[in-house]
């Protein structure tokens, strides 16, 4: 089960430091090797975590905490992964590769939205922004943890989600481990990963996800600043949004 997570944490440095991190209301912080990463905090109060201090650790002791039943935890070791993989020069690397292809920049919903005609669409979390583009879909499913009106719980998931078209899924099941689960139910289906908790490394795409769409920091003053004043969509505001998909 934890072979996903293996393969992000595998390549990450073991020898570089920690160098500073922040955990925020909305956004959690990992700086290590000159690079920053971020992830949304998982607000959930869970299993006590590991007494060791993050600033202590190496890089890759610290993706590793993405492992962690301790989600707070386990929001600082996807902050730790995505301060490796997103990364300008490493995509450009990646991309000089052959190893993916770079996409438009726009928001995923919206260049998908001629696609979604007459097709099943399914997303696990609430995207609100994505409902005006997916209008002309035949059947649009919106799978909670937290349910509100008209979406369904995401048990759900073991019932619907052979039956989607497209499947986009939110980087909270990266911390809260549903991910694995929830690509065997999406096997043959477009899966799309969205948000700034997504790593932008392209050995997802081994283990069913047809695209990428996360982001880029591009002010980390500014983006410090955000997540302290609690600004619900810091690396939106800080970042540049990044799609890539696998050859």
Not at 207 to 228: H, M, N, T, Y
């Amino acid at each position: 089960m934890w072979e996903l997570y293996d393969s992000l944490i595998e390549p990450i440095p073991a020898d570089v430091k920690v160098s500073d991190y922040l955990t925020g209301n909305y956004c959690t912080l990992v700086t290590a090797g000159g690079c920053m990463g971020a992830a949304a905090t998982n607000p959930l109060n869970t299993v006590k975590g590991t007494e060791k201090d993050v600033g202590e650790m190496s890089w890759k002791e610290a993706a590793g905490l993405i492992k962690s039943w301790n989600f707070a935890e386990a929001s600082i070791g996807a902050a730790a992964v995505n301060a490796f993989y997103n990364q300008a020069d490493c995509l450009e690397h990646l991309n000089i590769n052959g190893k993916i292809t770079m996409l438009s920049g726009e928001d995923t919903f919206l260049a998908h939205k001629k696609d979604f005609r007459g097709k099943k669409v399914a997303t696990i979390g609430h995207f609100c922004y994505a409902e005006e583009c997916l209008k002309e879909a035949a059947a649009c499913v919106i799978l909670e943890r937290n349910p509100g009106e008209n979406d369904y719980p995401d048990t759900a998931c073991e019932f619907l989600l052979h039956d989607m078209d497209y499947v986009f899924i939110t980087g909270f099941t990266l911390v809260n481990k549903t991910l694995p689960r929830l690509l065997q139910l999406a096997r043959n289906i477009k899966v799309v990963l969205v948000g700034p908790s997504i790593p932008l490394a392209p050995q997802l795409f081994e283990f069913g996800v047809s695209e990428l769409a996360g982001s880029l920091i591009r002010d980390r003053i500014q983006l410090e600043e955000l997540v302290k004043n609690r600004e619900h969509k810091a690396v939106i505001r800080a970042g540049t949004p990044v799609r890539i998909a696998g050859k």
